[in-house]
């Protein structure tokens, strides 16, 4: 006796399995939770440090690689990334899933403390942040501007728009904790070399990348406060 036959023979019973099976759907439905920012603890934790005025060379040769050092060792690090640019470091360390995140949280900030000592004196703490999904931008903006009779603007003046006039206004809204600008064309120099011009003066091409390799140094910026002009005293011409 198959399935078909027993369902034919016995109607009611079978309507009233399907009539069960709908009624558990429909409950389990209504009971089932949705959330659109579910509470997820990613394995991840990022170390940020500021170093201002520093270019990323300097960032990655005095802080990155100390912190990658010393991050490491920690109990439970599946990977550990970087990202230096100017004036910040940022290091991220990827646990393997299961790792008890509050463990991880401790043994960072030891880590922490161990290596100030590596790092230049004039720099920030170094800042331990949590992967929390909830932190993600919940809106994101992209910024194309053109004023009339210049054309269009390159990634460079589109970044000076956004950080003078776009994100002041928006880091003054109610509810926004912060604001960031990514994105922006680099400044670079280009050396144009004419060949008839190093004939002329007996000059190679390497000649001239080595010069401009000696004078191309990079200092850590600072702030310069002039002294106030004083003022001459004034003297009594003779009558």
Known sequence: MNLTETAVRRPVATVMVFIGVVLLGAISLRNLSIDLLPDLSFPRLSV???????????????????????????????????????????????FHW????????LHAKEKVEEARG?????????????MDPASKPIVIAVVETRRPGAGNEGLADRRETAELLVKPRLEQLDGV??????????????????????????????????????WNHQVVGGTVRA???VASPQVPMPM
Do not use: H, W
Not at 61 to 90: C, D, H, M, Q, Y
């Open 48 to 94: 940020l440090t500021e170093y201002a005025g520093a270019a990323p060379e300097e960032i990655e040769k005095l802080i990155t690689a100390n912190l990658e050092s010393v991050f490491a060792p920690i109990p439970g690090v599946k990977r550990v990334s970087s990202v230096s640019r100017e004036g910040i470091s940022l290091v991220t360390l990827e």
């Open 98 to 105: 299961g790792t008890d995140m509050n463990f991880a949280l």
């Open 118 to 130: 590596l790092l230049p004196g004039d720099c920030a703490v170094p800042r331990i942040i949590e």
């Open 177 to 214: 904790s912060r604001v960031d600008v990514q994105g922006s064309g680099e400044r670079e120099v280009v050396v144009s070399v004419l060949p008839e011009k190093l004939s002329l003066f007996a000059i190679g091409f390497e000649v001239v990348a080595a010069a401009i390799r000696y």
């Open 227 to 229: 002294p106030a002009p």
